[in-house]
Structures are given as C-alpha cells and as structure tokens.
C-alpha cells in the first residue's frame, strides 16, 4: 500500500470532522433562538462577546438606578390560541390527504394533535416561570445595588410604574415582592405591600407611545408587506424543504404557524421534541432571523420613528438623574429622595428605549442613527450579527441606567452612568465604547440629539394638528404657561 501516513492522517481528519459536527449538532439548543420568545434564563446564557467590564473605581458609589423591564414569559394571547385551534384542525386535512400512502417519515405526535391551550378562554397573562424571571430578578437586583435598597420602603422613594396591561403590571408586583422580600410583616415570606401605578392605556406616552402614537401605527402598518416580501423567500424555501421531508403538503402559513408552535411549546413547556424538530437548526436560524427582522425594521432601528417616539422615556430617566444628582448636591440623606425608578412594559417599549441610548451598535452605525439615517437589516445566517431578539428583548429582557457618585475621581466628571443590559454592563458607542459613562457626556452625546424631537410633532397626524392661528400675544402666552403649570402640579399630587 503507498503513502500509508498520508491515509491515517485522512482518516484521522474524517473522524476529527465527524467528531466536530456531531459536538456542534448537540450543542445546538433551539430554545436559544426564539427571538423574542426566549426565556430570560436562556438568554441570559448567550454569550455573544468577550467584552471585559471597567472596574469602578472604589469611591464611585450608586446613587440611583433606573429600571425599563419587558413582562416575563406570558402565555400565548387569544387570538394565537385560536390559530392554534384551527391549526389542528388542518393538520387533520393534511393527514386524511396522505391517509392511503405508506409512509413513515410523519411524525407520530401531528395525528390526533391537538393544542395545549385548547379550553382556555383567556390568553396573555404572565405564568408562574415570568413570575419566578422577575422575583428573581427583584431579589439579584436588592443584592447587587444593597447601597440603594437598604431604605425603608416608600412609593416616592422607590416608585414602581407598569402598564394598565396585566401582564406587566403582574411583573412589577413579582419583582417588587423579590426586592422587598424579608422586608416586612406578611406571611413566612415577610413580605410587605407596596404600591404599582399605571396610566390610561390611552394616554400613556410614557410606557405604551407606540399605542398613542397614530403616525407610528400608519407606519407600521404601511411597512409590514414590504417587510413580509423580504421574509419570503426563506419561508418559501422552508415550506419547500418540510414537504419533502415530512411528506405533507404544507403552505407557508402553516410554516409560519408550525414556527410558532415550536417557539410556545420550547419556552413555555420547555418541549423541543415536537414542533421543533420538524425543522433543522439551519432552518430554526433562518426563521430566528425572519422574527429578527420583523423587530428589527418594525420596532427597532430600521426607521428613526420606532424609537424616536419613546423620547418621553428617555426624557423622564434623564429627569430622575438630574434629580438625584440635585439631592445629592443638596447633602440630603439617603431615603429623603428618589433611589430607584422601576417601569415594567413591553417589548414594544424596551426595544425603542434600547435605540435611544445606542445599545448594539458600532461607532459608525451611531452616527447614523444621530442623522436619523435608517441602519441596515440584521445579516442572514450564516452571518454573524448582534440585532438578535433573544437577548435584545426576551422575556423579562431590562435596562438598568445606574448613576454613580464619584467625588473627585476624575477632574471634569463627577458623576458617571453605567447601563447594564439584561444585568450586564454593555458598551455604549456614543461614549466611545466605553461602559462607564460620564453623566453629562451621555446626555450630551447621547440624549440631548433625541430629545430635541417632540413627541406631539411626531405622533399627530397633519390631519389632526391644530391649524396655526394669529399670532398670540406675550400677555396670552404668560397665562397659559401659568395655568398649564398649576394644572400639571394638581395631576401630579393626585398621582
């Protein structure tokens, strides 16, 4: 035989190659690409850099934080159990169609398939595992800042606001249990009670501006086809690849159904046997990536508008910190002032406020965002990319903005932010990539380039806006900034 050595080292290849696959097919875990979907433990466990925290310096100390949080994981709303109740009822129609071929590549569990949530006559309230993501939370939170949540509670020390709907306004009470636990009177638990505001869902610019916002829901509405032209092909060739396989003559909606299933049954049921293992993990992260992009141009950077009507928050954090700041310089004691403001929502708002602050980018990519240029789509696998749903937004995804009081550490920064994504510290692009921040730099360089936008101006449609009259006198203009200032402090105190 020739060239033995050369024949050991291809075999010894072969086997290596072999060996590589079979690790990277086991490693492979389709309840890391939900996108939004994702359990927040799961994301927690992503890992998508190697970036080295700053160390704070010892005599920098937190004076405040800030919390934007999305609900924890929730079941599907009603309309999507529905579809699911339908879906079934497809499958046997898909089933009765193949029903005198030999065949046994389908999948026993599709026959006599039915949904987990068939009975159920209400839909999108948080379950207990979104209980447990932000108990936990609150409890890691209390224990990572104890400088800030060793005060005796009260609501204008550590105000909790969440949205009239009730999954977050749920969230905010199981986080709020976590951070106060041991705390009080009530139960083994000692826990104690504490209070959760919320505005009308109808005027809530603060939390729900996507809902009040009529020029947004005209946007969306009129991007969602061309949105759904991109994603086509890859569904197209997906649906394609499942007929093949399974033997089924299934459509691109049923794969867009099937996808969802898969995504309720990983997260919620912690089940990848079923649904899931229809598709390959190359096709899971093609579908990943078609959630991705829906997010990303409806909800994220793709249009300057997503995020642009979310100044109302970005302007309330900045308010809070200059506050804090302001009670600081005051030399008042800590728990006479505002230690922490925790706002639970949506996906909807956390993405937006997640624009606003630069998380996710490049230095380039913020300067576009600065010039309100749209950024690209996030790159198809593949591709690598950082715009991923599961740990841009997953369930329970948050926002920490922790502000730092640092005497004389440095000669032209006293106070310094630190935003922690999901608990961890992230680099910010518009303080030069750095994740320790000083606080007039971000607002500088960070805030004030958004803030300049109204979010009147943005949200009104030309139609509604009221027509400009003659020009109003000094005198006129007085009285009403007297009145609406005396009507803005009465709301206030009833609040």
Sequence with gaps: MENPPQIVLLLFFLFSSAAVLSHAAEKFDVRSHLSTVTRYHISKGISENSFVPSNIPDQCKPIHLNLVARHGTRAPTKKRMKELEFFATRLGVLLENVKGQKSTVIPSWLRG??????????????????????????IRTREKFPELFNENYHPDVYPIKATQVS???????????????????????????FAVTSESRASD???????????????RKSQEPSV???????????????????????????????????????????KTD??????????????????????????????????????????????????????????????SYEMARLRFAHAETLLPFSCLIGLFLDGPEFQQILNE?????????????????????????????????????????KYFVQVLHNERPVQLAGCGNSDFCPFEEFKEKIAYPHLKHDYDALCTVESEKPKQTAPTSTFSRILSWIFSSSAKQTKESEL
């Design 274 to 335: 079923q649904a899931c293992a229809l598709f390959t993990p190359s096709e899971v992260g093609l579908l990943e990536w078609t959630d991705d992009l829906d997010v990303f141009m409806l909800k994220g950077y793709g249009n300057s508008l997503n995020y642009h009507m979310g100044v109302p928050l970005l302007d309330d954090v900045i308010q809070s910190m200059d506050q804090a700041i302001m009670a600081k310089e005051d030399g008042l004691v800590p728990g």
């Design 373 to 413: 240029q749209p950024l690209q789509p996030p790159l198809k696998p593949p591709q690598k990319r950082r715009w991923r749903g599961s740990t841009v937004a997953p369930f329970a995804g948050n926002n920490m903005l922790v502000l730092y009081s640092c005497g004389s550490v440095n000669e032209t920064s």
């Design 113 to 138: 398939w039915k949904s987990p949530w068939t009975g159920k006559h209400k839909g999108g309230e948080l379950i207990s595992e979104g209980e447990t993501e932000l108990y936990e939370l609150g």
């Design 167 to 193: 999954r977050a306004s749920s969230s905010a009470v199981a986080f709020g249990m976590g951070l106060f636990s041991d705390r009080g009177k009530l139960g083994p638990g000692r826990h104690r009670s």
């Design 228 to 270: 759904d032209k991109l994603k086509e092909p890859v569904l197209n060739e997906i649906t394609q690849e499942l007929v093949t396989r399974w033997g089924l003559n299934f459509t691109r909606r049923d794969v867009s159904t099937l996808w969802f299933l898969c995504k309720q049954e990983a997260s919620l049921l912690n």
């Design 205 to 219: 610019i603060m939390l729900r501006f996507h809902d009040c916002c009529q020029n947004y829901k005209s946007f």
